[in-house]
Structure formats: C-alpha cells, structure tokens
Nanobody
Framework: QVQLVESGGGLVQAGGSLRLSCAAS????????MGWYRQAPGKQRELVAS???????NYADSVKGRFTISRDNAKNTVYLQMNSLKPEDTAVYYC???????????????WGQGTQVTVSS
C-alpha cells in the first residue's frame, strides 16, 4: 500500500521557521511531481509549491522568496522549508505526489494526512 507520511508541523511565532517533510512508501516504481498544498479554515485547498522529478519548481505568489521546496528522489521524500512565517500561513499542510506502479503507465495522485502549521502574531 502506497502512502505519504508528513512531519514537521507545529506552532511558531511570526518570523520564525519550520521545515516540513513528506516521505512516500510502498510499491512505488516512479514519482513525477510532488508538492505541498494548504487549507485554512473556511478556505479552499491551494497549491503552495510543487517540484518535478527533474527539480523544476513552482510557487504560489504568497510564498515566493520565503518558502523553498526540495526533494530527495532516492528517498521518495519532499521537503518544504518555510521561513519568515506569517499568521496568514496558518493552515493544514498536505503533501501530494503523483506516482505509478511498475506495470502501470498512468500516474495517480496520493495525499498525505495533513500536518497543522500555526503561526502566532
């Protein structure tokens, strides 16, 4: 069974930093894109950052210059380094990966369980 396990959330003061990690496990043959999304209370889930298997990155305008996404392909792990955190960054952060098994051509998405990030003012 393929799953994503996230870690690293918590409570931090404004201006502080946190690092999220997300490790994929199971019978994975290949992962193309990986990313982080977030959902604040009463709001829709939104893309924070994504990274391709080749390392191309994409960021939401609201986090550019503050957050950095990276991945370790050998470990099937993606990271999100969050600096200069603001109260508006408070949300549940979800990891996402598009993976496929050895005998399948199509990539399918999978989600982590979510980790809470709370930034106090």
């Amino acid at each position: 069974q393929v799953q994503l396990v996230e870690s690293g959330g918590g409570l931090v003061q404004a201006g502080g930093s946190l690092r999220l990690s997300c490790a994929a496990s199971g019978r994975i043959f290949s992962i193309n894109s990986m990313g982080w999304y977030r959902q604040a209370p009463g709001k829709q889930r939104e893309l924070v950052a994504s990274i391709s298997s080749g390392g191309d990155t994409n960021y939401a305008d609201s986090v550019k210059g503050r957050f950095t996404i990276s991945r370790d392909n050998a470990k099937n792990t993606v990271y999100l380094q969050m600096n200069s955190l603001k109260p508006e960054d408070t949300a549940v952060y979800y990891c996402n990966a598009n993976w496929r098994g050895e005998y399948y051509r199509a990539y399918v998405p999978i989600w982590g369980q979510g980790t809470q990030v709370t930034v106090s003012s």
